[in-house]
């Protein structure tokens, strides 16, 4: 699940830009086209050019947005007051799709008092309980794979994220109701770069494709409203994220409603993409499977979760995050003015030798010495007050997807040489779409 991606500001003026760190003098929509499909290279060549911290603008309205990726600054984010480093005031775009109670719009009291009424889904007491309904979900996809013939897991994956959101977090166990929410949901996650201008442009939701797509909306709040109000009657017992929500909290219908289509929209490409990357490395490499396999075979959680960890490092999902800045701060050697976006960018800090030896290695096994990477250096939930909620969850669904698959087969790579990432909205995605071959496993 993941974390708020891109925040904005207002627009700076010339006075107080002065005070930024420089950064490229490229046309604003040059700049924001770099960021949104090649930002896994423009950064990397943005820190070569102009150092750990840079300047990017971005739109509309020319958004001012500072770059960090030394682990000491974004730490100093992560650990500043959330009055002072808002999360939540840049998503407004999302509203019409999460709504106004989502987790990802909320900031200070809002924020504090939502985030606290979720925990209790989301403990470990509650995560043990979650895992051996993702395990059973895991293994009948997994069987359903094609071995013996190249297929891109990345979709296979995105289709057990899908269902694993559906019986696990919903709850919904129904047969005729999982087949009309199946091909919905898939809509609703599928939500492009060009639907989510209705957010800035509310007259656009009047129109074709944004119309089609709330309809869409529409029809998938009816189920679940409907969900929400038979599950009041019947959660007492009950494991799922939505009835152990009701069980904890006093919430209205409205609030379960977008918490509930945040987890989905938060929580569903993101897992699946992480999967797909720890698949396609698995494949690519012998020695690192065998490890995964004997993991498997013996239950050992942590070298399995090793394993997420490492794809999630070598292949950051969401590659930045942000924070903008609700009034004048010095941070990074610069005295910041109110509005600037800060982003900690993620990827940077995971491709620094000096923090992870061998960067462009996968190596699992980094998270298991007796020298782990230092706390601040692996980041892919974000930090501090805005962390990620499903974190948890996601390592937990990843150990478990791991487990059902590599403890049923051998993976082969039909193109050994790494795949390159491509932009998927917010998230950056296998461009093949991570195409493995599996053979079963001898038993015996």
């Not at 499909?37 to 070569?48: I, Q, V």
């Not at 603008?57 to 600054?73: E, G, K, N």
């Not at 897992?271 to 020695?287: G, I, K, N, Q, S």
């Not at 892919?380 to 990620?388: E, H, K």
Request: hydrophobic share 40%; proline share 8%; aromatic share 8%.
């Amino acid at each position: 699940m993941a974390p708020t991606p891109l925040l904005g500001s207002r627009t700076l003026d010339r006075q107080t830009a002065r005070t930024l760190p420089p950064g490229p003098k490229l046309p604003t929509l040059a700049q924001t086209f770099l960021f949104a499909s090649h930002r896994r290279t423009f950064f990397p060549r943005m820190l070569a050019k102009y150092g750990d911290v840079f300047t990017i603008r971005l739109v509309p309205s020319s958004r001012v947005c500072v770059v960090l990726s030394r682990p000491d600054h974004i730490r100093e984010v992560f650990g500043s007051p959330p009055a002072v480093m808002h999360a939540g005031e840049g998503n407004t775009v999302l509203e019409p799709i999460m709504g106004s109670h989502s987790l990802l719009l909320l900031d200070d009291e809002d924020h504090v008092r939502m985030r606290k009424q979720l925990m209790p889904a989301f403990s470990g007491a509650a995560l043990r309980g979650y895992a051996a309904m993702v395990h059973e979900l895991a293994q009948t996809e997994v069987a359903k794979w094609p071995a013996g013939e190249p297929f891109k897991v990345h979709q296979r994956v995105r289709n057990l994220t899908l269902e694993i959101i559906l019986q696990v977090i919903f709850g919904v166990t129904d047969t005729d109701r999982l087949n009309t929410l199946r091909p919905l949901l898939d809509k609703i996650v599928s939500v492009s770069p060009v639907i989510m201008l209705g957010g800035f442009y509310p007259a656009l939701l009047r129109v074709r494709p944004w119309k089609t797509y709330l309809d869409t909306q529409l029809k998938v709040d009816e189920i679940l409203y409907d969900e929400i109000a038979k599950r009041r009657e019947t959660f007492e017992g009950r494991t799922d994220v939505l009835s152990r929500l009701l069980a904890a909290g006093n919430w209205s219908d409205e609030e379960l409603r977008d918490q509930l289509v945040t987890l989905l929209l938060a929580g569903h490409e993101t897992t699946a993409t992480a999967m797909a990357w720890a698949f396609h490395e698995l494949a690519r490499r012998p020695d690192d499977l065998a490890f995964g396999q004997r993991a498997a075979d013996a239950g050992a959680d942590d070298e399995l979760e090793a394993i997420v960890k490492e794809a999630l490092r070598l292949h950051p999902v969401v590659y930045q995050v942000g924070r903008r800045l609700t009034e004048t701060t010095d941070l990074a050697g610069y005295r910041l003015p109110r509005g600037t976006t800060i982003m900690a960018a993620i990827g940077l800090v995971h491709r620094d030798a000096e923090h992870f030896p061998a960067p462009r290695d996968f190596r699992p096994q980094r998270f298991l010495s007796d020298d782990p990477p230092a706390p601040g250096t692996w980041i892919p939930f974000g930090g501090g007050a805005r962390r990620c909620i499903g974190a948890g969850f996601s390592l937990m669904e990843g150990t478990e997807i791991l487990r059902a698959a590599l403890a049923a087969y051998d993976f082969q790579a039909p193109r050994p040489a790494p795949e390159p990432a491509q932009a998927k909205n917010v998230t950056l995605v296998p461009r093949r779409g991570a195409e493995i071959t599996v053979t079963r496993r001898p038993r015996g």
